[in-house]
């Protein structure tokens, strides 16, 4: 007899244990995700599903290899397994599936997890009602020189304008900057991915290139990935540098500043080309949101022609 064979044993009627109880660790197949577990974890909270499961006869459910099947959602079932681990909810800063992980901790019926699900979303409505977004944009015009090849031995010097934007967004909601981040291409392919809400934050960066910004000697900085940006990063706050491509500038000039432009994701995709744009984007996605502009910030007269916008939500 195997040594997994061996575990899956009937236990003998001692001690006061139902028979059928496994023995060693508990491997169980929760939608397709396996986890291997001890049945002290799984009989933590004795009145929960779970307790009664593991606690009473072997259940009817297995598969080939004696895993004991649960058709539930694997991917949330992480979470209640560390909370029947660890006696506390322990989710990443802005985890964005509670309703579904609520639902999963229904069905198991362990109250403590749903007690402590209950509070967290009171507080993150608490957080989402008093919220404060402010964006600003500003512009920097860098002129660049290049080589034009006119021909087999021609070569010639040109100019060109480079307008270089940075934008910083400041939010107390973490998830309004994630959904914004989206909308603006940078949780896809063009940019950093998100990997959850709890780290919502981009930031694209001027490349090493042959061109110099006149008058400063200083070559532009090399691309940063933001995930090797870890001092400093935040959930509030969204920082974004772009520079759209002018028409005088030849593709591959651009190409060798490692520049990048901003765009917005699909559907509605399109290159966001001045600050104006960019700040339209962030007016569309924080009214769609529930925020609104800020009665005395700007001048409502004046917000097309803004650098900076400040918003509040209520």
């Given amino acids: 007899m195997g040594e997994d064979?061996?575990?899956?044993?009937?236990?003998?009627?001692?001690?006061?244990d139902p028979p059928g109880l496994p023995v060693g660790p508990v491997t169980l197949n929760v939608g397709g995700t396996f986890y291997s577990t001890t049945l002290e974890t799984l009989t933590r909270f004795p009145d929960s599903m779970l307790g009664a499961m593991f606690r009473g006869p072997r259940p009817a459910r297995t598969d080939r290899r004696g895993h004991y099947v649960i058709d539930r959602d694997g991917k949330a079932f992480r979470?209640?397994?560390?909370?029947?681990?660890?006696?506390?909810?322990?989710?990443?800063?802005?985890?964005?599936?509670?309703?579904?992980?609520?639902?999963e901790a229904d069905f198991y019926q362990i109250r403590p997890l749903l007690a402590e699900l209950s509070r967290l979303a009171a507080e993150r409505r608490?957080?989402?009602?008093?919220a404060v977004?402010?964006?600003?944009?500003?512009?920097?015009?860098?002129?660049?020189h290049f080589t034009v090849r006119r021909?087999?031995?021609?070569?010639?010097?040109?100019?060109?304008?480079?307008?270089?934007?940075?934008a910083n967004v400041f939010c107390t909601d973490g998830q309004f900057l994630a959904l914004l981040a989206a909308r603006l291409g940078q949780a896809g392919g063009a940019g950093p991915r998100l990997s959850h809400l709890a780290e919502a934050e981009s930031n694209h960066r001027l490349g090493d290139g042959a061109a110099r910004e006149e008058g400063s000697g200083q070559?532009?900085?090399?691309?940063?990935?933001?995930?090797?940006?870890?001092?400093?990063?935040?959930r509030h706050?969204?920082?974004?540098?772009?520079?759209?491509?002018?028409?005088?500038?030849?593709?591959?000039?651009?190409?060798?500043?490692?520049?990048?432009?901003?765009r917005t994701a699909p559907p509605d995709a399109r290159e966001v080309a001045t600050a104006a744009e960019f700040l339209e984007e962030v007016l569309k996605a924080a009214l769609d949101q529930g925020f609104r502009v800020d009665s005395v910030f700007p001048d409502p007269e004046?917000?097309?022609n803004s650098r900076s916008l400040r918003f509040v939500r209520h």
């Fill in 219 to 234: 070559e532009l900085r090399p691309a940063v990935p933001a995930e090797e940006e870890e001092a400093g990063r935040s």
């Fill in 237 to 262: 706050h969204l920082r974004l540098e772009w520079a759209p491509r002018p028409p005088g500038l030849p593709e591959a000039e651009y190409a060798k500043q490692k520049v990048r432009p901003l």
């Fill in 133 to 144: 977004l402010h964006a600003d944009v500003d512009g920097r015009e860098r002129l660049l």
């Fill in 302 to 304: 004046d917000i097309l």
């Fill in 79 to 103: 979470h209640v397994l560390n909370f029947l681990r660890l006696g506390r909810l322990d989710l990443p800063e802005g985890y964005p599936e509670l309703a579904l992980l609520r639902a």
């Fill in 5 to 16: 064979e061996e575990d899956r044993r009937p236990v003998p009627a001692a001690g006061g």
């Fill in 151 to 166: 021909g087999p031995q021609d070569y010639g010097l040109s100019t060109c304008p480079l307008r270089v934007f940075t």
């Fill in 126 to 130: 608490r957080r989402r009602a008093g």
